[in-house]
């Protein structure tokens, strides 16, 4: 789509290890494009290191400074807009975005969400796909709207469950978000996959085929 590497701005609240596999990507030259930026919502964030030592330009916008959720989009899109990003990727960023911000970037924001969506958006998905005795549990790559967890889907990866151990199995669900993140933001990147009137669309038929990507099925 773009003769140029895509512009990328990454938000990001906690440890970082989708941005470490997103920055893995692009030196490894799976994604053409460059994180112009990371932004944290939170100072002691472990992204933030992971940014530094790859020598990424790092910035945080504390929410806590701001008394409405309304005031920190203002100052977080202030802080976006002169990298004119082609894709936003929130990596753990627990925030939810307002309306407005979410028109400013309309069609390039994406999230990774731990569960297979629709079900359980929010928090503890691993807890209660275990406690609902689910065989199969996974990842989701979405386009954002203003509701939590609910836009259009990009691709989503498998598994099946055979822990009762929630940390375990959490540790299983990163190690297919690392594939499949990167590999979504890489499709977006090189113009084959984008988002119109709320409709994932593929320009490239190949990945049509593969939206239910990397089951690993064990
Ligand atoms: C991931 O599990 C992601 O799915 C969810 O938040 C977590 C972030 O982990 N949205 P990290 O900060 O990338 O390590």
Redesign the pocket.
Known sequence: MWNRRASIVIL??????????IIDAISNKQINGYIACVISNNES???LERAKAANIKNIIVDHKNFPSREGFDKALLKKIEPFSPDIIV?????RILSQTFIEKFEGKII????SLLPKYPGLNTHDQAIKAKDKIHG?TVHYVNEHLDSGAICAQSILNIKTSNPVEL?HE??ML?YKI?PEVISWIARGDMRINNNKVTFLNKDIENEVIIFEDLR
Do not use: D, K, R, T
């Open positions: 990001i609240s906690g440890n970082g290890s989708n941005l470490q596999a964030a472990y992204g929130l990596a753990g960023f627990m999230n990774i969400h731990p990842v959490e669900v990163h978000e993140y």
